[in-house]
Each structure stands twice: as structure tokens, then as C-alpha cells.
């Protein structure tokens, strides 16, 4: 639907973290009256019922995923979340956050008390998951494989992270496991197939937030699987609602990642 120039720079100003979900609730509302546009008045007229108490906790569901482009439309995927998506949104409807939240949050429900899950694909994190209650990125580790390498260089090239350098007296790539941020980008570039993937997964971060004390997750070491994911996630949620007082984010109560591990 095409949007006039004050309705988009009006948007823009909606935080980031429910900007698509105004954005689709504005054009919906749009529609609803019969236009093929968005002009300001829609989302001045959406405004006034999300900043109501009653429009607010109409409109918060208890839990936010958010997701990057995916790999179909990006060619950066190191791991597809496509499909753990999918998982994730059940268990997320299985816990039923919103009755949680609903029960414990004193004096109505606010779009900062949904728990926050994000996947994205590559380390390039388009989708921001540093900065929520669980981050998840597509992950893949490179090694060095058994066909020669050429000294091509299309491997330290292509590396964003300075992690590759050749050895030029082995003929052979190195890598810096502490500098690789597991992207699969020298994987995908290796003309020879020297190096190889030698594991396929996601890097889970936990405890991010923004707001008054912004927050940067932490990292759980390692590469997980999915069934690894899903039950970190689930331990989580476990966790969260058993400790979370009066509407306390998950970051503020988190205290050992050990505790929420499987």
C-alpha cells in the first residue's frame, strides 16, 4: 500500500520493535475505510488508540517474535530459522505469556512487558536479537578440508571479520576460530572446497534489553542444534515465569545462564 511522505516520516518515529506491527495496523485500518493509501490522518487516528490504556493492552499479545529477511531474500543466510520459527511460536502458545503477564503485571499490560525472541539468519543480525530476551543466529563453523588449496585468497577477501589468513609455506588457510564470527561466507567462496562446514547451527544470546539500562545479551558457548535451541528456549520461559515479579523483564531477573540451560 503506498504511503504518503508524513505518514512514513510519521512511522519512522514509532519504535523500532513495534514499528512493523503499526505499520500493518495502520494500513489495515486504512483499508477498513476503503482507501488504497495511507495518509497521516490513518496513523494519527491509530495513535490516539494505541496510547489509550484500553488500545494499548488490546494490542499486546505477551511475546514479540521478530525475524530477518530470511534466505530467500538475503544472500548473507549462514543457517535458515525458518523452520525454528515455526517451533518457536508454539512453544511460545503453549507457555500462554499473555495470561502470565496479565496475573502479574500491576496496572495494565504495555507493549516493554511482552517477551522478545529474535532470529536472524547471519551474523549481520538485521533483526537486532543483541538487544532482546533471547537472540538466536544461524551459525556455520569452517575447518580446513583435505583438497589443496590454491592460495586464491577468495577466503580472506571475502571474510568481513579479518578471521582467514593463508599459510604460505603449508598452502593452506587459517583460521582464527576467536576472531570467526561464523557467518559460512569462506565456505561459500572456496573455489577448491578446501574449506569445508564442519558444523551447521545457531549461537543463542540471552538477556538483552534495551530502555533506562540497556543491556547486550550474553552469549551461550557454542554452536546448539535445534532441539538444543528449543530447549534453552523453553527453559526460559520455565525460569522466567517462575522468578518474574510484577512484570520484571527476563534480563533483570537473569542471573546464571547456567540455570536456564539444558
Given at each position: 500500500?503506498?504511503?504518503?511522505?508524513?505518514?512514513?516520516?510519521?512511522?519512522?518515529?514509532?519504535?523500532?520493535?513495534?514499528?512493523?506491527?503499526?505499520?500493518?495496523?495502520?494500513?489495515?485500518?486504512?483499508?477498513?475505510?476503503?482507501?488504497?493509501?495511507?495518509?497521516?490522518?490513518?496513523?494519527?487516528?491509530?495513535?490516539?488508540?494505541?496510547?489509550?490504556?484500553?488500545?494499548?493492552?488490546?494490542?499486546?499479545?505477551?511475546?514479540?517474535?521478530?525475524?530477518?529477511?530470511?534466505?530467500?531474500?538475503?544472500?548473507?543466510?549462514?543457517?535458515?530459522?525458518?523452520k525454528l520459527l515455526v517451533?518457536?511460536?508454539?512453544?511460545?502458545?503453549?507457555?500462554?505469556?499473555?495470561?502470565?503477564?496479565?496475573?502479574?503485571?500491576?496496572?495494565?499490560?504495555?507493549?516493554?512487558?511482552?517477551?522478545?525472541?529474535?532470529?536472524?539468519?547471519?551474523?549481520?543480525?538485521?533483526?537486532?536479537?543483541?538487544?532482546?530476551?533471547?537472540?538466536?543466529?544461524?551459525?556455520?563453523?569452517?575447518?580446513?578440508?583435505?583438497?589443496?588449496?590454491?592460495?586464491?585468497n577468495a577466503c580472506v577477501?571475502?571474510?568481513?571479520?579479518?578471521?582467514?589468513?593463508?599459510?604460505?609455506?603449508?598452502?593452506?588457510?587459517?583460521?582464527?576460530?576467536?576472531?570467526?564470527?561464523?557467518?559460512?561466507?569462506?565456505?561459500?567462496?572456496?573455489?577448491?572446497?578446501?574449506?569445508?562446514?564442519?558444523?551447521?547451527?545457531?549461537?543463542?544470546?540471552?538477556?538483552?534489553?534495551?530502555?533506562?539500562?540497556?543491556?547486550?545479551?550474553?552469549?551461550?558457548?557454542?554452536?546448539?542444534?535445534?532441539?538444543?535451541?528449543?530447549?534453552?528456549?523453553?527453559?526460559?520461559?520455565?525460569?522466567?515465569?517462575?522468578?518474574?515479579?510484577?512484570?520484571?523483564?527476563?534480563?533483570?531477573?537473569?542471573?546464571?545462564?547456567?540455570?536456564?540451560?539444558?
Open positions: 500500500m503506498k504511503w504518503s511522505a508524513e505518514a512514513e516520516a510519521a512511522i519512522k518515529k514509532v519504535p523500532f520493535f513495534i514499528r512493523k506491527k503499526v505499520r500493518k495496523k495502520v494500513e489495515v485500518y486504512a483499508e477498513n475505510k476503503g482507501r488504497k493509501s495511507v495518509d497521516i490522518e490513518d496513523v494519527t487516528s491509530l495513535k490516539q488508540q494505541f496510547l489509550s490504556k484500553e488500545g494499548m493492552e488490546n494490542q499486546v499479545r505477551g511475546y514479540d517474535i521478530s525475524t530477518c529477511f530470511g534466505e530467500k531474500d538475503c544472500p548473507n543466510s549462514a543457517n535458515s530459522c525458518a517451533d518457536i511460536q508454539t512453544l511460545m502458545e503453549k507457555a500462554d505469556i499473555l495470561s502470565f503477564l496479565k496475573k502479574s503485571v500491576p496496572g495494565g499490560l504495555k507493549f516493554h512487558h511482552e517477551f522478545r525472541i529474535s532470529l536472524s539468519d547471519c551474523p549481520n543480525a538485521c533483526s537486532r536479537p543483541q538487544i532482546v530476551d533471547i537472540g538466536i543466529i544461524g551459525a556455520a563453523r569452517p575447518v580446513n578440508g583435505e583438497a589443496n588449496c590454491t592460495l586464491c577477501d571475502v571474510c568481513p571479520d579479518g578471521a582467514i589468513c593463508l599459510d604460505q609455506i603449508n598452502e593452506q588457510p587459517l583460521i582464527d576460530q576467536n576472531l570467526c564470527l561464523l557467518c559460512g561466507k569462506c565456505i561459500t567462496s572456496c573455489p577448491t572446497g578446501t574449506i569445508e562446514r564442519s558444523e551447521k547451527g545457531f549461537r543463542v544470546l540471552l538477556g538483552g534489553r534495551l530502555g533506562r539500562h540497556p543491556r547486550l545479551a550474553m552469549e551461550v558457548p557454542g554452536i546448539q542444534s535445534r532441539v538444543q535451541v528449543l530447549a534453552i528456549v523453553e527453559n526460559c520461559l520455565t525460569f522466567y515465569k517462575t522468578h518474574s515479579k510484577k512484570g520484571q523483564r527476563f534480563s533483570k531477573i537473569l542471573t546464571s545462564m547456567d540455570q536456564v540451560l539444558p
